[in-house]
């Protein structure tokens, strides 16, 4: 009964709020919002540049409020541009409420005999569909900054042979935008859009190494603002700077290289548990379904999981060596 109430609360709850985003984004609610952004925007007499171009942090308005002027708002925010992600915070944030929901009414129906302990169960399956969104938004945001980070020496290469060829700077990074492939071309390309708008040079170039969250794209940043404000060969400078990218990538490889057997032995430990609980379950079903349907049972299941998770973590983190 308890389990029955709590999906239907959480239904009611999901479908309410999809239909207030369906509505909140209507062509005339558009037009009020823009019409409202353009008179505040009058009644200021001169707006920054870098504030022109921040991105919204809300669609939803029901949300909106939840979503910006806050820590964790902007952290999201620059969490979902280095993952390359074309959502805004409020949208991020009802994919999660929507898979918490998911998983909570499943988890509701599939345990809504079990008593107290599939409630139990029920909402750990909930905070596991929140969670779930934010682990991949981790994945692609790593996986973006190490492609755009093998792409970083060979852009190096082109930005310093077109200075050298008598090129002005976005000159260059416009002939490399057009020989390089995405991910780093999308963000050189709005970083010539940014400097279309007019915004300044250096705002342009910091905005690109927040949105990326690459260390070796930052050190370029660095190297570049340095260059403008205290003089110097710019394309010296960029090769010195490939140089070093290239050297990082090499020392990295020869740690992934040490590392391996470690790495392998972490995916066998990690691995190895559930392998071996799913052969006993094959072999002896009668005496692993008292794991399953009593409530101590339940309770050293859930213990195992939450230790075995605890332990690949672990391992990740201290195989993890930064150079």
Do not use: C
Not at 81 to 96: C, D, M, P, T
Not at 195 to 210: C, H, K, N, R, Y
Not at 304 to 314: K, N, R, S
């Amino acid at each position: 009964m308890t389990l029955a109430i709590i999906a239907s609360t959480l239904a009611f709850v999901a479908v309410a709020a999809l239909i207030l985003a369906v509505t909140s984004i209507s062509p005339a609610r558009r037009a009020e919002a823009r019409l409202s952004r353009l008179d505040r925007t009058k009644e200021k007499e001169s707006t920054p540049v870098e504030n022109v171009l921040r991105t919204d942090t809300g669609t939803f308005p029901l949300l909106r409020g939840f979503t910006t002027g806050n820590a964790w708002s902007a952290r999201t925010a620059q969490d979902l541009a280095q993952a390359g992600w074309g959502l805004k915070v409020s949208e991020y944030l009802l994919i999660r409420i929507f898979a918490a929901a998911a998983a909570l009414i499943l988890g509701a129906l599939l345990l809504g005999s079990a008593g107290p302990g599939g409630v139990l169960i029920a909402i750990i399956l909930g905070a596991v569909g929140f969670m779930l969104p934010a682990v991949l938004l981790r994945y692609y945001r790593s996986r973006r900054q190490r492609a755009i980070n093998g792409q970083l020496a060979e852009m190096l290469s082109l930005l310093s042979n077109s200075l050298r060829s008598g090129f002005a700077f976005t000159q260059a990074v416009e002939l490399a935008a057009k020989q390089l492939g995405p991910p780093i071309t999308q963000e050189l390309e709005r970083f010539l859009h940014d400097i279309s708008l007019g915004a300044p040079t250096d705002v342009a170039l910091q905005q690109m190494a927040d949105r990326t969250g690459s260390y070796d794209l930052d050190m370029m940043v660095s190297s570049i603002m340095i260059q403008r404000n205290t003089g110097g060969n710019l394309s010296e400078i960029l090769d010195n700077v490939a140089d070093t990218i290239r050297e990082r990538e090499r020392l990295q490889g020869e740690i992934r290289a040490l590392t391996s057997s470690q790495r392998f032995t972490g995916l066998v430990l990690s691995v190895y548990p559930i392998f071996l609980g799913a052969l006993f379950f094959a072999l002896a079903p009668g005496t692993w379904k008292v794991l399953f349907e009593s409530e101590l049972g339940r309770i050293l299941l859930i213990s195992a999981a939450t230790l075995q998770v605890m332990g690949m973590i672990t391992i990740r983190r201290i195989l993890a060596l930064e150079v």
